[in-house]
């Protein structure tokens, strides 16, 4: 496996201002990321998961610079994309693709689906109309579906063959990085299966590197080397997948991982159960942001934010009580 990094994130913020004063000082704020750093492998799968409004949504965002962050560093390949002008921007963005949750909305119902895929070309000044027809026909083919499908509109497909022809439109310019936010979740499971299975064979043939997020652990756990766990804006846990997923240490992780379900009851690990609901991301808590639901926490829990640590190679954790084999 690579080891070289393709991406680095260091100390993202990424801050919403719902209210401001008259001076236009933001007066409420979300904190959507807040404090969030890893990196990614060249050719790898991290898997990003946690709970709804944990922030992870806006983490993949700022990665593609769809938003951007209030503070931080992102480092693509080497570069800071804080410090490159629009043009230098424009040219990087052909590197960087994402892969969007609903494939209905995200592709244009006016348009028919050999036009949406083209678009890429015709935006970046990229081969001739005849040339674009070849292309498009060979990425149909690619992702499992006929080029005569290309003369359709979206709304004559199936959700499956929607999502199949977001990915050909994110394959078209040969991306290093996919960011693929919640690509299957919208899918019956019959249909993920195929969809995860194509992602892994188009990442084997064309050296992709994935952020996959999500919220389903069962497919994370499928399809990623690494995974990053996010609770409120902050990422609690991260490290290699493998070693997550057999030792968690980060109560929250534990948590989420005892509520998969298992076919076989005597597989089933220690049961790990939350108590009230997650805090606002508006006002978080002080200290450790799981501190108020967390059955370990104690008073130094609910005063200092715990500092990221590596427990065991490769595998950080963010807090003071991890759980003990």
């Known amino acids: 496996m690579q080891t070289e990094k393709l991406l680095a994130v260091e100390n993202l913020v990424r801050h919403f201002a719902l209210r401001r004063s008259l001076l236009g000082r933001a007066k409420t704020v979300v904190r959507a990321v807040d404090g969030v750093s890893f990196s990614v492998r ?33 480092i693509f390949d080497g570069q800071d994309l ?24 995200s592709l244009n119902p006016r348009r028919r689906v050999g036009d949406s895929i083209a678009e890429a070309y015709a935006i970046h000044g990229l081969h001739t109309r005849a040339e674009r027809k070849v292309k498009v026909s060979e990425l149909l ?16 497909l199936s959700g499956g063959q929607r999502q199949r022809v977001a990915i050909a439109r994110a394959l078209a310019l040969n991306p290093q990085l996919v960011v693929a936010d919640e690509a299957v979740s919208a899918l019956d499971v019959s249909i ?12 084997d043939q064309f050296g992709l590197t994935y952020v996959f997020v ?64 997650p805090p606002s991301s508006i006002g978080p808590p002080p200290g450790c942001p799981f501190n108020t639901r967390c059955y370990r926490a104690k008073d130094i829990c609910r005063q200092s934010m715990p500092p990221e640590r590596e427990a065991e190679p490769d595998h950080y954790i963010c807090c003071f009580f991890p759980i003990e084999y």
């Open 42 to 74: 060249k050719g790898s799968t991290l898997g990003l998961v946690g709970e709804s409004g944990c922030g992870k949504t806006t983490l993949g965002r700022c990665i593609t610079c769809l938003d951007e962050p209030t503070s931080g560093k992102i």
């Open 82 to 105: 804080a410090a490159l002008d629009f043009s230098q921007m424009r040219k990087l963005r052909k590197e960087m693709q994402t892969i969007f949750q609903d494939p209905f909305s």
């Open 141 to 156: 083919i690619e992702v499992g579906l006929a080029p005569e499908w290309a003369a359709r509109y979206p709304h004559e």
């Open 192 to 203: 993920q299966a195929q969809i995860l299975n194509l992602m892994l064979k188009l990442q």
């Open 214 to 277: 999500s919220h389903d652990l069962a497919i994370v756990r499928h399809i990623s080397d690494q995974l990053a766990v996010m609770y409120l804006g902050k990422i609690v846990e991260r490290g290699e997948a493998k070693l997550i997923f057999r030792r968690p240490l980060h109560p929250y992780t534990a948590a989420l991982l005892a509520a998969v379900p298992r076919i076989d009851p005597n597989t089933q690990g220690p049961a790990v159960r939350l108590k009230g609901d």
